[in-house]
């Protein structure tokens, strides 16, 4: 069965700091992957999706990137962080041709002071 | 551009009894696909049940299940026999079938399941 693992499970960071969270899948290959992120009290809102290795696709404008090293690994990343930035960050896999029905992971909770 | 509208911010339901949630959404597409997700105090989303658009059977899930209305652009979840573990958030979402990757989600209904 697939699993999907994300770290670290919280961060705190200060504002202009460097930003790495990691996703991984487990037992599926060749996944559609994203990178979503949930605001306090609001649904998510997808940041990015790769449909394969150093393929990404951004949605959003934003202070963050991604990228794809491995075909199941995804990561999220920032240069310098800014306040706005905090959230709770979420990696979701699908695998074509059901690209549409997404499994998320556990989730990463990013607090910028 | 879809939107996705639950209409009921918090609900509340005894232990065993049913409940339904609601949603309702937007869009020019024709072939879709549209889901459940519930989000536990854990934070984790979770895939409660699908429904593609071109079915006119309603999807269930052991005590999960939908009633979807193509015509009204409507897609309620009514969950049987309530558990204190389905105290969750419940978000509805959408994604066209032919264009983007976006799963569009509403804004989700707090759901407390009382002893």
């Known amino acids: 069965s697939q699993t999907i693992h994300q770290w670290p499970a919280t961060l705190v960071q200060p504002v202009g700091s460097p930003l790495s969270l990691e996703c991984t899948v487990e037992?599926?290959?060749?996944?559609?992957l994203y990178w979503y992120r949930q605001a306090a009290g609001r649904g998510l809102q997808l940041l990015f999706y790769s449909v394969g290795i150093g393929q990404i696709s951004s949605e959003v404008p934003q202070n963050l990137s991604a990228s794809r090293p491995q075909d199941r690994q995804f990561i999220l990343s920032s240069k310098k962080l800014l306040l706005s930035d905090s959230g709770f960050y979420l990696c979701?896999?699908?695998?074509?041709?059901?690209?549409?029905?997404?499994?998320f992971g556990p989730g990463t909770r990013l607090l910028v002071l | 551009a879809q939107t996705v509208t639950q209409s009921q911010p918090e609900m509340s339901v005894q232990e065993a009894e049913t409940v339904t949630l609601s949603c309702t959404y937007d869009t020019s597409e024709n072939n879709y696909y549209l889901f459940w997700y519930k989000q536990p105090p854990s934070r984790q989303m979770i895939l409660v049940i699908r429904q593609e658009a071109y079915k006119q059977q309603n999807a269930t899930e052991n005590r999960f299940s939908v009633n979807f209305q193509k015509a009204a652009k409507s897609f309620s979840l009514k969950i049987s026999d309530s558990q204190l573990g389905d105290t969750a958030m419940y978000f509805c979402a959408f994604i066209p079938s032919n264009s983007g990757y976006a799963l569009n989600f509403g804004k989700g209904t707090s759901l407390l399941v009382t002893p």
């Open positions: 979701a896999w699908s695998v074509p041709p059901r690209r549409e029905t997404q499994y």
């Open positions: 037992g599926t290959s060749n996944p559609n």
